[in-house]
Structures are given as structure tokens and as C-alpha cells.
T-cell receptor, first 114, second 111 residues
Framework: NAGVTQTPKFQVLKTGQSMTLQCAQD?????MYWYRQDPGMGLRLIYY???????DKGEVPNGYNVSRLNKREFSLRLESAAPSQTSVYFC?????????????FGPGTRLTVT | ELKVEQNPLFLSMQEGKNYTIYCNYS?????LYWYRQDPGKSLESLFV?????AVKQEGRLMASLDTKARLSTLHITAAVHDLSATYFC???????????FGEGTQLTVNP
């Protein structure tokens, strides 16, 4: 039981390049989330998927898109990376959205945009 | 908009001492979470507090929730070096479902 996995672990992009961050969970959770963490700050929600087939914007969605590929997988895409998107990205999942069950976090992707 | 504030943001303490981290939030909530993050690592769930007056303890850490005061505390008893980490509280607004995180408290326990 791997929990929440993320790929890649590290990535360096040049301004304007695109990339997709992958996330998968094997806990049969309905809800999945993408957060970013910047130095000295807590996590901020980028997008979430309350259930398979639905996605919604979080606190800081600009510059990102997401796809809930199936119940297990939730990807985050940067279409044209900017230095302001340098951050650590965490994927998380939880059993159910509405009752705010405990969220389980992946190991993170450390992204640098130059 | 829900705001979550932690204090202190930085805490350096000696082994064997006691201390409390505070988490204040701005709107009604009856669900609060504490997480631990080691440097370069992901977040690990410590406590889930689901009602007013809830108290949970694990080892040297004890968390409590006072929904009327909109305050949660994380109390550290007889600190040891292994507790060095950043601690986050996260709150769910009563009418919503998203987690809002505090800025984190970076705890360093010195021998």
C-alpha cells in the first residue's frame, strides 16, 4: 500500500516550458487535491477534485490546469511555467470531500522555474 | 475569508522544557487538524480535533480545541530533539470543506 505517490520528485524548467505533475493514490479515496508550499508559508490549495469527474478551483488556480484521469489519478499541468511557480507541490487525497476527512499527503515535487 | 494564524512562527527550546504552540482562526469551525513536517519531507498527520473541548494526546504532544475561542493549542511536554520539525494547524470552516493552513511553527529542540 503506497498511499499517495507523486512524480517527478524534482524538476527544473525554463520560463515558458510546460509540464505535468502526476499524482496517484491507492487508498480508494474519492477526493484529491493539489497544494503548493512556498518558503515560510503554509500550504495553499490550487485545485481539487471532490469526486471522479469533477474539478474545482482552489485559492491559487491561475497558471494551472488539472485532470482527474480516473479515481486513482489526478494530474496538475503548467502550460507556460513562470518563475513565480517555483515551489514545492503536494498532492493529497481524502476519503470524502464533504465531511473533510483527514487528508493524506504525497512526498512532494520540488519545481524550479528559471 | 477564513484566516489561520499560528504563534510563535519560530520556537527554539531546550530538551526537557515544556511549551505551547497556538493556532487562532477567524471564523467558526469545528474541525481542526495538526500536521508535522520534517525538512524536505511531506506532511504527517498528528491529530484530528472534531468538537469543542476535544483533547488528544500522543507521546509528548497534546492538542486541544476551543471552538468558542476559535483556538487550538499544541502542548509539548519535556521536549526531545526528535520533536524538531515544523508544525502546521489546518482548519475547515463550518460552512465549507476546504482546509486552510496556518503559516507553520518551526520548532527546534536543542540538547
Amino acid at each position: 500500500n503506497a498511499g499517495v505517490t507523486q512524480t517527478p520528485k524534482f524538476q527544473v524548467l525554463k520560463t515558458g516550458q510546460s509540464m505535468t505533475l502526476q499524482c496517484a493514490q491507492d487508498m480508494n479515496h474519492n477526493s484529491m487535491y493539489w497544494y503548493r508550499q512556498d518558503p515560510g508559508m503554509g500550504l495553499r490549495l490550487i485545485y481539487y477534485s471532490a469526486s471522479e469527474g469533477t474539478t474545482d478551483k482552489g485559492e491559487v488556480p491561475n497558471g494551472y490546469n488539472v485532470s482527474r484521469l480516473n479515481k486513482r489519478e489526478f494530474s496538475l499541468r503548467l502550460e507556460s511555467a513562470a518563475p513565480s511557480q517555483t515551489s514545492v507541490y503536494f498532492c493529497a487525497s481524502s476519503h470524502t470531500w464533504g465531511l473533510a476527512y483527514e487528508q493524506y499527503f504525497g512526498p512532494g515535487t520540488r519545481l524550479t522555474v528559471t | 475569508e477564513l484566516k489561520v494564524e499560528q504563534n510563535p512562527l519560530f520556537l527554539s527550546m531546550q530538551e526537557g522544557k515544556n511549551y505551547t504552540i497556538y493556532c487562532n482562526y477567524s471564523t467558526t469551525s469545528d474541525r481542526l487538524y495538526w500536521y508535522r513536517q520534517d525538512p524536505g519531507k511531506s506532511l504527517e498527520s498528528l491529530f484530528v480535533l472534531l468538537s469543542n473541548g476535544a483533547v488528544k494526546q500522543e507521546g509528548r504532544l497534546m492538542a486541544s480545541l476551543d471552538t468558542k475561542a476559535r483556538l487550538s493549542t499544541l502542548h509539548i511536554t519535556a521536549a526531545v530533539h526528535d520533536l524538531s520539525a515544523t508544525y502546521f494547524c489546518a482548519v475547515v470552516q463550518t460552512s465549507g470543506s476546504r482546509l486552510t493552513f496556518g503559516e507553520g511553527t518551526q520548532l527546534t529542540v536543542n540538547p
